[in-house]
């Protein structure tokens, strides 16, 4: 058996550091209810929001009033009947608590974001998976002369 060499090495870190970035910095969403219409997000109202599996999200909930509960649903609907709560914490939160969000690597496509209490404050969310890096997408393996063969 031969000793990995250092390009190798070098290799195999090339080849963590784009897992370890998607694991890294949570991506922060700055979420008020200004009014009984709509979440204001980043300052658009509604928005659809395109989620990775396997990423972590903030829902910052500053100032958010107890009658506008966050709640992260399985469906476009109000109460708390249809929260989606794997890999959620505080779902359904107000005021100065966050929610945060690691998105499970088996969580469904769609999701929605609903106020607990007002039909009109909801958006789309959409899960996706993970960008691979193109310089791995058509399968890497150590040892190769070429990517996507092996030399045994």
């Known amino acids: 058996m031969n000793a990995l060499r250092p390009r190798h090495l070098l290799a195999c870190a090339l080849l963590l ?41 903030v ?35 107000t005021g100065n608590t966050d929610i945060t969000f690691v998105v499970p690597l088996d969580a469904p496509a769609s999701l929605h974001y609903n106020c ?12 996706v998976d993970p960008v691979v890096d193109p310089v791995f997408a058509n399968g890497f393996e150590l040892g190769a002369g070429r990517p996507g063969k092996s030399s045994r």
């Open 116 to 127: 607990g209490n007002h039909a009109a404050m909801n958006g789309a969310i959409t899960v």
């Open 17 to 57: 550091l784009p897992l370890a970035a998607g694991a890294g910095t949570p991506t922060t969403f700055a979420v008020s209810a200004g009014s009984f219409s709509a979440w204001t997000i980043d300052g658009q109202a509604n928005p659809p929001l395109t989620l990775e599996r396997g990423r972590t999200y």
């Open 59 to 93: 829902f910052d909930l500053t100032g958010v009033s107890a009658v506008h509960p966050f709640n992260i649903n399985t469906s476009n609907t109000t109460g708390n009947g249809a929260r989606y709560n794997s890999g959620v914490t505080n779902n359904g939160a």
